[in-house]
């Protein structure tokens, strides 16, 4: 329940912040593991298609998804709407999908350590915008 001073707008800008910070982390450690594993096979013009790198990418992919809605969920609590909570969570969930497209780039000129420094940065600022 939101007090009479509170400001939402401040509260939802934050709130979604956090839940795309949290999830582009949880996506591009994802990304990261996914090249880890497939890192020592060879070459081929086909996409894997078997073995635990693709089960990865993809529940690890909508894993990043659903914190990114659960912690946009959890810190828009003082919003009264669930239809403002809900559909803000799912503009957070987009954004996590949008930085995990972004992210294949930055793997392919940066390589798995930009991977690595995005997802840092990530939690730094998921962890410094999720203070009050």
Not at 21 to 45: F, K, N
Not at 103 to 121: D, E, Q
Request: net charge positive.
């Amino acid at each position: 329940m939101a007090s009479a001073g509170e400001d939402l707008i401040g509260v939802a800008i934050r709130g979604v912040a956090v839940a795309v910070c949290a999830g582009t982390a949880a996506v591009t450690l994802t990304l990261w593991g996914v090249q880890r594993l497939l890192a020592g096979s060879p070459e081929s013009p086909t996409p894997v298609a078997g073995g635990p790198a693709p089960v990865l990418l993809l529940l690890g992919t909508v894993g990043a998804l659903c914190l990114s809605a659960g912690v946009a969920w959890h810190r828009l609590a003082p919003v009264d709407s669930y239809y403002r909570r809900g559909g803000l969570s799912l503009v957070s969930a987009f954004g996590t999908f949008l930085m995990a497209v972004l992210a294949a780039p930055l793997h392919h000129f940066a390589g798995p350590a930009g991977l690595l420094a995005l997802a840092a940065v990530a939690v730094a600022a998921a962890l410094l915008l999720s203070r009050r």
